[in-house]
């Protein structure tokens, strides 16, 4: 059904009031705007903007769409969608949800009176809900940079687990017995892997977990000067801190040299790195690397190639993540600066063990 007419015929109404429903005016009954929206998803139609069918992608966010605190992650997201779009000469827009969406609209509504012909979503666990409606709804969508539980929800995202145990695993192995966490206090799957990774190497070492020692802010370079005065501040303090977001372990590195303090001498650091900002640092450094212009060309990329052979499939797409080591962690000295601190008998016989990654499936 390519028409506004042939979606009114086969539901026995009047071009009118589809074309009502579709504008979102107020003077239909719930029972007709349902029908016409249940009509308009699985037959698929979208409104044409003069007579050329609209090649625009939404890049929505619940909130306002971009936040300085994750540094070079939207801009590579960014870049990366736009790749894929252009393989199919689709454009894009930015919206707002929340700011956009009339109470009395459903999500379809918006997007369709937006102008969309599909949506690349970003959101956090709190936002899960909205997403799940979005996604019964069937309006074309994916999601990136979060998992989702839900078979109705397409989504690509990055597995960071594997790779923070990684981390953690380098730093134990070096002799660090005190090690600080710098988590991202937003709640999404990403951070929810690198926290649970740092208790499990931790746990797997025979080590326990000191709650002074977890530093959860926002991300930020204050929220990384503020974990150095934290350590500085503790008399049995750090030795090696992993910081789960870029503009935090930037924000550490620079209040360590304010300070006086080397790194990685005076205190070890494993960062997170989006792009390529571990390279433009010195020490160059140790850092665990997702590619989020990968993360965005795999999304545009499959829901651009979805609405142009009108074959929809799923998508739930792992990428993998890397830990590189670089010029940020050594092994520490005690207190006084007068030995290393070896790893105990326990963690190394358990840390040096061969140890199998996961797969991650992908379709």
Known sequence: MSSVRAIAKSLDLSAATVSRVLNNRPDVDETTRKRVLDMVNSVGYFPRVGARLTDVIGLAYPDEPVQTEYGSFEPALLSGIMRGLDERQFDLKFVSIRRDKSPDETFTQLFMRKGLRGVILRCF???????????????????????????????????????????MEHLIMLGHRRIALAIHNVADSDHADRRRAYGDALHVAGMTVDQRLIFENNASFSAGERVVDGILSMRDRATAVFATNPMTALGIMR???????????????????????????????????????????????????????????????????TFEVNGTTVSPGDLKGDGVVEATPQAKSVLSAPRKLKKTKSS
């Open 125 to 167: 666990r709190n936002d899960h809900s909205m997403i799940t409606k979005i996604a019964r709804e069937q309006f074309p969508m994916v999601v990136v940079a979060e998992h989702f539980d839900d078979p109705n929800v397409n989504f690509v995202r990055s597995d960071s687990y594997e790779s923070s145990r990684k981390a």
């Open 255 to 321: 209040r360590a040299q304010e300070l006086g303090l080397v790194i990685p001498r005076d205190l070890s650091l494993v960062g997170m790195d989006d792009s390529d900002v571990r390279s433009h640092v010195w020490p160059r450094m140790s850092a665990i690397s997702q590619d989020a212009s990968a993360l965005g060309y795999e999304a545009a990329s499959w829901l651009t190639q979805t609405l142009s052979t009108g074959l929809r499939h799923t998508l739930r797409k792992q990428l993998r993540t």
